[in-house]
């Protein structure tokens, strides 16, 4: 398998961008895989395309729509409204069961036939929404379930894990492409790009966490 190069499972939002340019810096050679299962918006793919295509990486969209006919969910299901906040119990009804398992499962298929090594996932436990399949233990096991299953030797990367939206902000920001990924990312639930609606749960944990990080920089500049 080769060392240099890697895959990066792609959405086009903040977090996923943020991730293919830190792959950018770290592989000579990077390759993305978009998912398209049903989402509501069909943006976010056109979007992700462009970035890829701007970045000058392997775009691959795979078609694993089945995952969001499984059950129910508020990202694939028009009739379902979205949780604003999370409930104490459960998580949000934005959870897609298995999303990440099956994702990157897929991509580990895929980077095997192409001899990549590497891939990257721009998962966070520090995220609010405490999907089980966004942790590291989760991460970590799959990891090793996908070198058992295929007897290989992948390294799974998850370079937002412990980092908070201010932080994913910071790196951005360290890697050049802060404005690319405010304007370019879609993240918001209704749809809208760059800083989006503004009030839906991803609108306000990114635009609090740009808030927390330029504030930082300007508390920076004063001391
Ligand atoms: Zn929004």
Not at 74 to 93: C, G, Q, R
Not at 204 to 222: F, H, P
């Amino acid at each position: 398998m080769n060392n240099k190069e890697a895959l990066v499972v792609f959405s086009g939002g903040q977090d996923s961008t943020t991730c293919l340019f830190w792959a950018l810096k770290h592989f000579e050679k990077v390759h993305t895989i978009t998912f398209y299962y049903g989402q509501k918006h069909s943006l976010e793919i056109e979007m992700a395309r462009s970035i890829a295509e701007d970045a000058g990486v392997d775009f691959h969209l795979e078609d694993v729509s089945f995952i969001g006919s499984l059950g129910s969910n508020s990202l694939t299901d028009t009739s379902i409204v979205m949780d604003s906040e999370k409930p104490s119990d459960t998580f949000p009804n934005t959870f897609v069961p298995g999303r990440n398992l099956f994702f990157l499962s897929i991509a580990a298929v895929y980077a095997r036939e192409r001899g990549i090594r590497h891939i990257v996932t721009g998962v966070s436990q520090t995220d609010f929404s405490g999907y089980p399949d966004c942790r590291d233990a989760f991460v970590k096991s799959l990891n090793v379930t996908l070198n058992l299953a295929m007897d290989d030797q992948f390294v799974i990367h998850t370079p937002l894990m412990w980092l908070d939206k201010a932080q994913t902000w910071e790196m951005a920001d360290r890697l050049g492409v802060l404005e690319l990924v405010r304007r370019k990312t879609l993240t918001c639930y209704n749809g809208i790009p760059g800083d989006g609606c503004g009030h839906c749960p991803a609108c306000r944990l990114r635009n609090d966490g740009l808030d927390r990080y330029i504030n930082s920089v300007e508390y920076r500049k004063l001391i």
